[in-house]
């Protein structure tokens, strides 16, 4: 039997396509991590671990039980108490792993790989022997982009299947720039173009009183303007990318994994995720200086704006008509990440996993 274990919602969507070809049953320590499974994933069985109940927890029994624990997060501390065989499989694409986050990778008896990338920084650890190249596991969850589908979506979820379709997905706190670019945005981009909100899983999944009411405002202001959609986590993410055509974005996941589609990127500069931003913060993880210029390379993906920018528009207008002009760099930095489209690696991890099934 296969165990899926994750404390974060946002490991579900890397976890999800093994459980639907493979079964098995989830298990996380959050309760709000249980409700957004159960909204989004309705049909996936999830137990809670109550760790103060330790061997009476039911969720304690089962992963005791597994033949497998498939994870998308180190758990150390926790899954070492567990016999199973252990699978590390990124919830994200894991830009920023510093050399204690990689030692932190090593009681795994596999560690899923998800590309060129993060293949060179872990082999380059002397953790071959633990590689498995797994392709990133997501991919398999998203659609064929389908003219007849998105019209479909996008009216359904209150938006002008007409209109050209913006995602803004902002890394979380405290180097996201939702907090001071997601009101700006409903007001400034014109209501012809249909505008999706996201905010990180940490905020929406785990909300906060503060984040509660600035979700209810800006609930109002999408109201208000028409053709705007804020979205807490009760859509796939691999959805919204099969419908829009410009993603805007502070992050690090979500560009790379934007990437799939080729689709336009507009990076936001905030104060936490700005290039020098960035820097400091790898440097600070004394993580190698050619490393570091190669990932500030996906600045070069797309266009560029601030919170104080005065012709968002503009910005806008000109990081869709101009899109072509980046393909070349979104090619490169897609397969530096992630290596190819093909869904094969991804299916090979299946069939391996597949002997521990029941």
């Known amino acids: 039997m296969i165990a899926y274990f994750t404390k974060q919602y946002q490991a579900v969507p890397a976890l999800m396509p093994l459980h639907e070809a493979l079964g098995g049953e989830f298990v996380t320590t959050r309760p709000s991590t249980r ?49 199973a065989r252990k699978y590390m499989v990124f919830h994200g694409t894991y830009a920023f792993m510093s050399q204690t986050e990689i030692d932190g990778l090593r009681h795994f008896d596999h560690i899923c790989v998800i590309g060129p990338r993060m293949y060179d920084a872990l082999a380059g650890a002397g953790l071959q022997d633990k590689l498995v190249y797994s392709g990133y596991l997501p991919f398999l969850d998203f659609p064929e982009r389908d003219a007849g589908w998105r019209h479909e979506f996008l009216q359904q979820a209150g938006l002008d299947p007409a209109a050209q379709t913006l995602l803004y997905l902002p890394r979380g706190k405290p180097y996201g720039s939702w907090d001071v670019m997601a009101e700006k945005l409903l007001k400034n981009v014109p209501s012809r173009y249909n505008l999706i909100l996201r905010p990180h899983p940490s905020q929406s999944v785990t909300a906060r009183i503060k984040d509660r009411f600035g979700f209810m405002r800006l609930q109002r202001l999408c109201r208000e303007r028409g053709n705007s959609l804020l979205d807490l986590t009760s859509y796939k993410l691999s959805a919204l990318f099969a419908v829009v055509d410009l993603v805007i974005t502070d992050g690090a996941s979500s560009p790379e994994e934007a990437l799939y589609y080729d689709l336009p990127l507009l990076f936001v500069e905030s104060a936490g995720s700005s290039p020098d931003a960035i820097t400091a913060m790898m440097r600070g993880k004394k993580i190698q200086e050619e490393y570091i210029a190669k990932l500030l390379t996906i600045y070069g993906c797309g266009m560029r704006m601030r919170p104080d920018s005065q012709d968002m528009a503009r910005i806008i207008d000109s990081s869709l008509a101009e899109s072509d002009h980046f393909r070349p760099q979104r090619e490169a930095y897609f397969n530096w990440v992630f290596g190819e489209r093909g869904k094969e690696r991804q299916q090979n991890l299946i069939r391996q996993l597949a002997l521990f099934a029941s």
């Open 35 to 83: 409700r957004a499974l159960r909204r989004v994933y309705p049909d996936a069985p999830v137990t809670l671990l109550r760790e103060s109940l330790g061997r009476w927890s039911r969720g304690d029994a089962l992963l005791r039980r597994a033949d497998a624990i498939v994870t998308g997060s180190p758990n150390r501390a926790l899954l070492s108490r567990y016999a």
